[in-house]
């Protein structure tokens, strides 16, 4: 059975401090991990999806990585504006497109 | 290009009833999935519909149903509704070949009394 496990489950930046956030996984057969946010009340909003160990991915002050057993998405210099929760999930060879989440990183960046 | 549109933004059913979400995909996307997101969780995946079909069910029981009309728009469908099925319930949406990702819609928040 896929497991995704994300950490920490809360993390509180001051503007411009950077840092970053930990998805370990373990599925059969990796068919893509996706990175996504969620703002309060409102529906993911999809940002990467990585295939392979060693794919970067890079949209503004957001970077993630991919490792075989985890990803990494770093934020460089937050805004205020990047709080929402970050969600990661796995799709494995032998499913038609189904998505298993964890429960997602809460990220507050204070001004 | 319209996004994934859902309806109705919230819901809200008493124990034992039925309630039927709706969804409409991104332009251009024929697949449908179904997933519930309880508070303070990742979405779960509820089932997968494409060519009219159900094509992959996630760990929900049989009063979890759903549809999937010609125009790809999808219909999910919940009996005999328990407290525990207070949830927001999300639409994505994609291709079946080609790119992997999902697109989600705002969802309906559906609360159970």
């Known amino acids: 059975e896929d497991q995704v496990t994300q950490s920490p489950e809360a993390l509180r930046l001051q503007e411009g401090e950077s840092s970053s956030l930990n998805c370990s996984y373990t599925?059969?057969?990796?068919?893509?991990l996706f990175w996504y946010r969620q703002d309060p009340g409102k529906g993911p909003e999809f940002l990467f999806t990585l295939y392979s160990a060693g794919e970067e991915k890079e949209k503004e002050r957001l970077k993630a990585t991919l490792t075989k057993k985890e990803s990494f998405l770093h934020i460089t210099a937050p805004k205020p504006e990047d709080s929402a929760t970050y969600l990661c999930?796995?799709?494995?060879?032998?499913?038609?497109?189904?998505?298993?989440f964890g429960s997602g990183t809460q990220l507050t960046v204070l001004p | 290009d319209a996004g994934v549109t859902q309806s109705p933004t919230h819901l809200i059913k008493t124990r034992g009833q039925q309630v039927t979400l709706r969804c409409s995909p991104k332009s251009g996307h024929d697949t449908v999935s179904w997933y519930q997101q309880a508070l303070g969780q990742g979405p779960q995946f509820i089932f997968q519909y494409y060519e009219e079909e159900e094509r992959q069910r996630g760990n929900f029981p049989d009063r979890f149903s759903g549809h999937q009309f010609p125009n790809y728009s999808s219909e999910l469908n919940v009996n005999a509704l328990l407290l525990g099925d207070s949830a927001l319930y999300l639409c994505?949406?994609?291709?079946?070949?080609?790119?992997?990702?999902?697109?989600f819609g705002p969802g309906t928040r559906l609360t159970v009394t």
């Open positions: 994505a949406s994609s291709l079946r070949t080609g790119a992997a990702e999902q697109y």
């Open positions: 999930a796995v799709r494995n060879a032998g499913s038609a497109r189904q998505l298993t």
């Open positions: 599925v059969s057969g990796l068919r893509g």
